[in-house]
């Protein structure tokens, strides 16, 4: 019992005894192979057409980190997460369909809705700027004012009051004049009360069968059986029968034109 305890001591003390061993071979090492030692060099950027390179490929960096954020706050993955997330709750399947095949599905669909503004961005601001007919602030001026136009179009006047008043910031005169950093979070809780909408319209049908079928088996005296065992088989053949994926993504992707 008494060697037990003393283990940790010795272990750790070999440990330490190992490590101010290995400090003059780590030395001899470093001074053995520092006439092969490899230097690295910033090249010099004073030049501008040094600088261009760099400059794009820190755009390029910060474009792609930024990438979830703008998915979120700036095209149509939130309303359509929200409703699809509605509807798996509605059907009573926690599980099915899986959230990976949900959330896939949600970025599909965002890639459908937002092909037409992508396409406008590439033609009238993208392609004109790399065939150096503009430059890179009236590019990215282009491309703000066809992002803003499809956010003021999905996003409701009160929301965007809302901000205004919050920040303390005199009202635009007209829509070309809205800032996009108002303009954003208004179209997202526009989005989210949107969302929120269309997942209630869509949850009505399923708690009309959930009623339907505990008053059934309330009236039959069958109040041991768990409502949920009739009416959730129910409800995926109604949704089934009547072609409800297909429906859904009609309406979801006719409520942004």
């Known amino acids: 019992m008494a060697a037990g305890r003393h283990l940790p001591r010795l272990a750790l003390g070999a440990l330490v005894g190992l490590g101010l061993a290995l400090i003059p071979a780590l030395a001899l090492a470093q001074d ?3 006439p092969g030692s490899i230097t690295l060099s910033v090249p010099n950027l004073e030049e501008p057409e040094q600088m261009v390179p760099a400059l794009k490929v820190l755009l390029l960096l910060t474009v792609l980190s930024l990438a979830p954020a703008i998915l979120i706050s700036m095209t149509s993955f939130t309303r359509v997460v929200v409703v699809l997330s509605f509807v798996k709750q509605a059907m009573g399947t926690q599980n099915v369909p899986p959230t990976q095949v949900v959330t896939s599905l949600s ?4 890639m459908v809705i937002m092909a037409p503004v992508f396409h ?8 004109p700027y790399e065939a150096e007919e503009i430059d890179g602030d009236e590019a990215f001026d282009r491309g703000s ?4 136009s499809f956010l003021i179009r999905q996003t409701r ?5 809302l901000f205004y008043e919050l920040t303390d910031t005199d009202r635009p005169r007209n829509m070309s004049e809205v800032e996009l950093k108002l303009l954003i979070p208004a179209f997202m809780i526009s989005e989210l009360r949107t969302g929120f909408e269309m997942g209630f319209l869509l949850f009505l049908p399923f708690v009309l069968v959930d009623l339907i079928a505990g008053s059934v088996l309330t009236s039959m005296g069958m109040v041991m059986l768990p409502p ?3 009416s959730t088989p129910l409800k995926l053949l109604l ?10 993504t009609r309406s979801l992707v006719a409520s942004f034109q």
């Open 228 to 230: 949920t065992m009739i």
């Open 157 to 161: 006047e009160d929301d965007l009051l």
């Open 32 to 34: 053995a192979t520092s």
């Open 120 to 127: 406008r961005i590439e033609t009238e601001a993208i392609a």
């Open 145 to 148: 004012a066809i992002i803003s």
């Open 239 to 248: 949704f089934v029968l009547v072609d409800g994926w297909a429906m859904l």
């Open 107 to 110: 970025l599909l669909l965002t």
